[in-house]
């Protein structure tokens, strides 16, 4: 059983240092590489209502958890400035966002589109799955890693996803560990 | 022995040289690197007092006796400030894991009332060794998540 969030949860958490207690930035949004099916770093806002952008970033590397009601860091160091990040995190190359893109199985069954990438609660980024919204009108979560190729477009994922698909992140904490093993992955 | 804080809170703090009462014990103020009790607040508002651990004679449970009146002071900067208000305690404080949930607040702290260590904090449903504490700002404290 693992607990999982998904990127909009992640947005608008206070980042918080390990030594001082303090909330030094907020969670603006994530940066997933498809390639690498994980979350690479997260871009910061100032904390506060309408505080507006911070520059620094927070590579994955730096974070010490991400969690349900904020992001761990040691210390202040870890908020890294765009030119001192790796170049990925720093000047992320656009077009990478997977939200909208298809789901294909390997024979060609659409599952849907990506709403929102999955993230394992505790971790600094590893990525667990996608929301998508279903060819049926509705919400389902599929596992990860399940992707075999990835375009700006489109995903294709082993054909045993489609029995995957979970309708809420509780079926798919379980399920993860499932499909893990039924692919030989651990 | 050890002392909680929500026992101990409203104690009469009583002056070791003329036995008079100075006031009524309202906050505690932890050192949270040394995990050590390092200041007490006596009386509340703008008439709060600060006493340094290293300043009594002994904590006692139906007293804290102060090494002597002199010994009291009011707030001289912005930290001892918050500190007279309540601001810096850690009971009331928001607590989050290490992995970054939420498990507050702090409800009581227990310490060691011959050294003034911090032994424990008390969260709403369960107790972490004081050795567990991590770090404490204006946000949060921060707590190491048991090892699973």
Do not use: C
């Not at chain 1, 990127?7 to 498809?34: F, H, K, M």
């Not at chain 1, 279903?134 to 979560?141: E, R």
């Amino acid at each position: 059983m693992r607990l999982l969030v998904t990127g909009s949860d992640i947005r608008g958490l206070p980042v918080v240092t390990i030594d001082g207690g303090e909330d030094v930035a907020e969670i603006r949004d994530l940066i997933y590489s498809p390639e690498a099916g994980r979350v690479i770093g997260l871009t910061l806002n100032k904390r506060g209502f309408l505080a507006g952008r911070r520059r620094e970033v927070l590579p994955a590397e730096t974070i010490h958890a991400i969690g349900a009601d904020a992001v761990m860091i040691d210390d202040e160091s870890s908020l890294t400035l765009p030119d001192d990040a790796p170049a990925d995190v720093g000047a992320p190359p656009s077009g990478r966002d997977v939200t909208g893109d298809e789901v294909l199985t390997e024979g060609g069954m659409s599952l849907g589109h990506v709403k929102d990438v999955v993230v394992l609660v505790g971790s600094n980024g590893e990525v667990a799955g996608y929301e998508i919204a279903t060819t049926s009108g509705g919400t389902g979560y599929i596992p990860l890693p399940a992707q075999l190729a990835v375009s700006g477009t489109t995903l294709v994922v082993p054909e045993a996803t489609k029995d995957f698909i979970k309708n809420d992140l509780v079926g798919l904490g379980a399920a993860v560990d499932d499909f893990r093993a039924k692919l030989g992955i651990s | 022995m050890s002392e909680r804080f929500a026992e101990a809170a409203g104690r009469k703090v009583v002056s070791r040289t003329t036995a008079e009462e100075l006031g009524k014990l309202t906050h505690i103020v932890v050192d949270v690197k040394r995990r050590q009790v390092e200041l007490l607040v006596v009386g509340k508002g703008r008439k709060a007092l600060l006493l340094a651990w290293e300043d009594l004679s002994g904590f006692g449970p139906d007293a804290v006796m102060a090494s002597s009146e002199n010994a009291l002071f009011a707030a001289r900067d912005e930290r001892e400030r918050a500190a007279a208000d309540g601001k810096i305690d850690l009971v009331g404080r928001r607590a989050l894991s290490d992995m970054g949930n939420d498990i507050g607040p702090i409800t009581d702290i227990v310490f060691d009332p011959d050294t003034g260590a911090l032994e424990t904090l008390v969260l709403d449903d369960h107790e972490e060794p004081a050795t567990s504490l991590l770090g404490a700002g204006s946000y949060a404290a921060v707590i190491r998540a048991p090892a699973k």
